[in-house]
């Protein structure tokens, strides 16, 4: 498991969707959708901290794999939920009607965020 890094976002497909869906407001939509973003991720064994840096706003959460923790959503909602590791390299968690998928390939992080049938891709770098 070497999550542990910082990656700048590189593109993401379908942001004004999802985003709408979830219940952002349009201008926050339209700032948001061509801000550079920087996720870092600091690991210790089965602890995270996942800091994502979009302008000025920060979303941090920390949470250990298999423990109950309370996450911040997008939307700014703190919802108590567990974070599954799918194999070595996935971290799994359903934020109430939204299911979170974090893959690291190599370099790449993939992140994946479904609500109902709108699926929000996120592809990062490691810098």
């Not at 969707?17 to 952002?24: D, R, V, Y």
């Not at 706003?57 to 109950?68: A, D, R």
């Not at 299911?99 to 049938?117: C, F, P, R, W, Y």
């Amino acid at each position: 498991m070497g999550f542990a890094g910082k990656y700048e976002l590189q593109s993401q497909e379908n942001f004004e969707p999802f985003m709408k869906a979830i219940g952002l407001p349009d201008d926050l939509i339209e700032k948001g959708k061509d801000l550079k973003s920087i996720s870092e991720i600091e690991q210790n064994g089965k602890t995270f901290k996942v800091t994502v840096t979009t302008g000025s706003k920060v979303l941090s959460n920390e949470f250990t794999i298999g423990e109950e923790a309370e996450i911040e959503t997008l939307t700014g909602e703190k919802v108590k939920t567990i974070v599954h590791l799918e194999g070595d390299n996935k971290l799994v968690v359903n934020l109430k009607a939204v299911k979170s998928v974090t893959e690291l390939a190599g370099d790449t992080l993939i992140n994946t965020l479904t609500v109902g049938d709108i699926i929000y891709k996120r592809i990062s770098k490691r810098v």
